[in-house]
């Protein structure tokens, strides 16, 4: 028996360099076995690996090595997301080329990865800012254009009128420019869209089928892209009152119902009408340059105050020709949305009611709600916009809504004014085209030309990849391919005269909306997948990310999946059948008196008299204030270092911490306490596996014929155990496996009678059952511990490497049916939980609950005065 420790700084180096030189983890396309493909989200090689990413890929990998043994070829790989803005930064901070930069920070990432022991395919790695990753996407770019996928659009873009250049929205703080500090203007400029639009109902009606997503994500997609069925109304201008050549206003409403309690049009400052009206106004066109600078971007819209100008135009109602409405503009209305026009009813809508009531315009309900009086019912600065009966509205009243809709569809659908009907039923997306340019040097070039005969002209094939130029300077504001004095200059593919290229580059979501697919034959340098090959193992089934993410990019490779589709690059819609978003890291904050934050390094926390926590500076002793639980964050100082940990405890201790205490969607909080803990039970399962195979070596390799009471007992133990951790990590319960492992743990040492005690003579059967158990728990940690896991199965004479093992099988004939778990609580307080046979009678019970360790700690030696048991509930020890 051994007395060493297990010494992790030792061993996790040596399984990974074997791991690597046998390449276990390579998986082949040609495996004739089902595939299963894990993915989590590629990291963006800012330079150092945090906490979140081990928690991330901590995950993904126990659902690969699980997996892997139980008999699928698993495709496990990881990649960078190599493209963005901080690399630019660098280089204009530090004087470092951004591919410089981004290479440096990928190796020191990388070794970082390899040192968590994860079991990735490393042969397929790439970054997204290899020629040889976007050259395919840039010829996936021409497919789409071909395709009517990708198209040049006018676009508002964030101008910095003093650096004269455009802006990233990260580069806009508080409306100005990052670096000149002017006020920042939104300019229209030609951009290449993707025509994401094109898919609005198929990638809506497509998300019931995505059974294995978290409905939250379902819900945000679906919000994100927000489908509404309204009416398309043409509303009359007053002749009187309108600009030349204006005869009409054309709105969208979802509130047809609602038309009797119009009060005002609104229109969105850069509707044509509002142009037309200001140039007879320069006050309106100076309230309209005004709002247009401040943006109408959704989020400033929603807090702005509403704020509106009367053209002094006048509109007709639809169902009454003497009736008029005040035409206003109005910062509150997007060009974007609908038509770019509104009526508004104020009783009924609550941005319309705050609009009135600054401008004075009253209001009228329109609906009443059940049990209301309708002569009494008065709206004064809430809204109602819930159901009820129509009033005051002629030939609706008494209507639900619903059905008032549909007769003020009916009618002005069928009344027809120069050949066109009035109103039209209309389905409404919130859902853009994805506009893609971005004005950045580190980015993927768009693969066109411009030239001044021939106008866009692609890029051929065989001229592919365009690339950076490598000697690109960052002395400049604005984006270094178009300062760079020879890269743009080339000559037309069509006419042979002088052109230009696009300096635009694409926005670094594209990089991420196909990699899944490339990471199937990152070989094929011919074309951006072998379709075969991605169709065999696509989709993902298991994909794993933070849920920052659960918009746009889930959104965006969903649709690019389609296009690539539509354009011979896969044979299937939907990338991820299933995806789960992790919780993050959170961690106390410390604070000195003065405010400033410390590291959790920097202090020393002790229990005080009265039992709550004290902290101190260990420098100098000051007072330190515990502050709130937070998201792990530099500004906090409240981060811990992976490779701290790792060279601390080592990286299976790091594992099984992230995977203890919360369940993997919930925010896990990072406790020193409890990583010792980790680190104390990899100890206990080492002393185990020693004792066990101490135990197990007067064992015959043969199954005895029968099993007495213990070895049956230990034998169920382990194959509950087996069952329980299978079930579990399927579902991504890791937190409820790791509560089975320890509590097969304790089975398993109670079966050796305790720990640390010399192995008796055991009789055969149970040296047997000792040994089956000891491999069964080693291959239920394995996927979490990889490390201690193949030390462990080498002390038990296991030959090979338990990474390649397969997964043990469960006798199902051993499983304790109908059991029942009671919580166990001392004198009032939860201390545990037991597990007993349905039909088990209350002294058998008793004495269950009475061996527990937690229940003998907290009764702390008292006698016991009773033990109330709650039949299939709770048991109550009175102490
Ligand atoms: C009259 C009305 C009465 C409305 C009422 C609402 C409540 P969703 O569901 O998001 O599609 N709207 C239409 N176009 C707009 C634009 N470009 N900018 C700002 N608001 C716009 O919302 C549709 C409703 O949002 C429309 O229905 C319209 O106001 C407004 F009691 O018309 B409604
Ligand atoms: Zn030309």
């Not at 200001?278 to 929603?302: C, H, M, N, S, V």
């Not at 009907?421 to 893609?436: H, K, M, S, T, Y």
């Not at 059952?769 to 990889?786: D, S, Y």
């Not at 005065?865 to 020890?877: A, D, E």
Request: aromatic share 8%; hydrophobic share 40%.
């Amino acid at each position: 028996m051994t007395s060493e420790r297990y010494n992790a700084r030792e061993s996790e180096p040596r399984w990974q360099r074997q791991w690597e030189e046998q390449a276990i983890f390579a998986s082949k396309n040609d495996d004739p076995r089902p595939k299963y493909y894990v993915l989590e989200m590629f990291p963006y090689p800012s330079g150092r690996i945090h906490i979140g990413h081990v928690r991330n890929y901590t995950l993904g990998d126990v659902l690969a090595r699980f997996m892997r043994a139980r008999g699928y070829n698993v495709l496990h790989p990881m990649g960078w997301d190599a493209f963005g803005l901080p690399a630019e930064n660098a280089a204009i901070e530090r004087k470092i080329a951004p591919k410089a930069w981004t290479y440096d920070n990928i190796a020191a990432m990388k070794k970082q990865l390899r040192s968590i022991g994860l079991s990735l395919d490393w042969a397929r790695e790439f970054a997204t800012c290899d020629p040889s990753y976007y050259k395919h996407q840039q010829k996936m770019f021409l497919d789409f254009m071909k395709a009517g996928l990708a198209e040049r659009e006018k676009r508002k873009v964030n101008w910095d009128p003093v650096d004269m250049t455009v802006l990233a929205n990260e580069q806009v703080i508080d409306g100005r420019g990052w670096r000149s500090g002017a006020v920042v203007e939104q300019r229209e400029m030609s951009q290449w869209v993707f025509k994401i639009t094109k898919y609005s109902q198929e990638l809506l009606d497509a998300l019931d089928t995505l059974d294995r997503w978290p409905d939250k994500v379902r819900l945000m997609q679906r919000n994100w892209i927000g489908r509404s069925e309204g009416l398309l109304i043409r509303f009359v201008l007053d002749p009187a009152t309108s600009p030349a050549g204006e005869t009409e206003l054309k709105i969208f409403t979802t509130r047809p119902d609602t038309l009797f309690g119009a009060k005002f049009m609104a229109i969105a400052a850069d509707h044509p009408l509002a142009q037309a009206a200001a140039a007879k106004d320069p006050k309106l066109a100076a309230f309209i340059a005004e709002i247009k600078r401040i943006g109408t971007a959704q989020e400033i819209i929603d807090t702005a105050e509403k704020q509106g100008f009367d053209t002094g135009i006048r509109v007709v109602h639809p169902f009454d020709p003497n009736w008029k409405l005040p035409v206003y503009v109005a910062n509150f209305v997007l060009m974007e949305y609908g038509t770019g026009a509104i009526f508004g009813c104020p009783a009924h809508d609550q941005r319309d009611l705050d609009f009135v009531n600054k401008y004075g315009l009253g209001n009228t309900p329109v609906v009443c709600p059940e049990g209301q009086d309708p002569k009494t019912f008065v709206i004064t600065d809430t809204a109602y916009d819930g159901d009820g009966r129509m009033i005051n509205s002629r030939f609706l009243d008494g209507l639900t809504i619903d059905a008032a809709k549909q007769e003020v569809a009916r009618r002005l659908e069928g009344e027809i004014r120069g050949n066109m009907p009035v109103g039209e039923r209309q389905v409404n997306f919130r859902l853009r085209d994805w506009g893609i340019s971005r004005q950045r040097y580190w980015g993927c070039p768009i693969p066109v030309i411009h030239c001044p005969k021939c106008d866009v002209v692609p890029v051929p094939d065989g001229d592919l990849p365009v690339t950076l130029p490598d000697d690109a300077t960052f002395d400049r504001p604005g984006n270094a391919l178009d300062h760079h004095p020879t890269w743009k200059h080339v000559t037309c593919p069509q006419c042979g005269g002088p052109a230009t290229r696009e300096t635009d580059t694409m926005d670094t979501f594209v990089d991420s909306s196909w990699y899944f697919a490339r990471f199937t034959d990152p070989w094929n340098e011919r074309a951006p997948t072998t379709p075969d090959v991605a169709n065999r193992m696509m989709p993902v089934d298991q994909y794993i990310g933070g849920v920052e993410h659960a918009i746009l990019h889930l959104l965006y490779s969903r649709f690019f999946t389609r296009a690539m589709k539509a354009t011979g690059h896969i044979g299937m819609d939907e990338p991820f059948a299933g995806m789960f978003t992790q919780g993050m890291v959170v961690h106390e904050t410390y604070q000195k008196a003065d405010g400033s934050y410390v590291t959790p390094a920097e202090v020393k926390i002790e229990p005080s008299a009265d039992g709550r926590r004290l902290a101190n500076l260990l420098a100098t002793g000051e007072d330190i204030h515990i502050g709130p639980i937070e998201k792990m964050s530099k500004s906090k100082k409240n981060t811990v270092d992976p490779d701290d940990i790792i060279a601390t405890y080592g990286a299976d201790v790091a594992r099984w911490f992230m995977l203890s205490d919360s369940p993997p969607d919930r925010d896990v909080i990072w406790s020193d306490e409890r990583v010792q803990g980790a680190s104390r039970f990899v100890q206990r399962l080492w002393r185990l596996a020693n004792e066990s195979a101490d135990a197990a070596r007067t064992a015959a390799a043969a199954r005895p014929a029968s099993f007495g009471t213990d070895a049956l007992a230990l034998r169920k133990a382990t194959h509950g155990a087996l069952d329980k951790v299978s079930t579990g990590i399927e579902r991504l319960h890791f937190n409820v496996c790791l509560a089975h492992i320890r509590e097969f743990a304790n089975a398993l040492a109670g079966a050796l009678g305790g720990e640390n005690k010399p192995a008796p003579n055991l009789a055969p059967d149970l040296a047997w059952a000792i040994r089956e158990a000891a491999l069964v728990l080693v291959q239920l940690f394995a996927p979490m511990m990889p490390h201690l896991a193949e030390e462990c199965w080498q002390v038990l004479g296991q030959p090979g490497l338990v990474s390649e093992a397969n997964w043990p099988q469960i006798e199902r004939d051993l499983l304790v049916e109908d059991t029942v778990t009671l919580v166990v609580q001392v004198n009032g307080k939860k201390r545990g939980e037991v597990t007993v046979a349905s039909d088990a009678q209350n002294p058998e019970i008793e004495a269950a609950v009475l061996a527990l360790d937690a229940v003998k700690q907290a009764l702390g030696g008292k006698p016991v005065r009773k033990v109330i048991v709650v039949p299939m509930r709770i048991v109550n020890v009175v102490g």
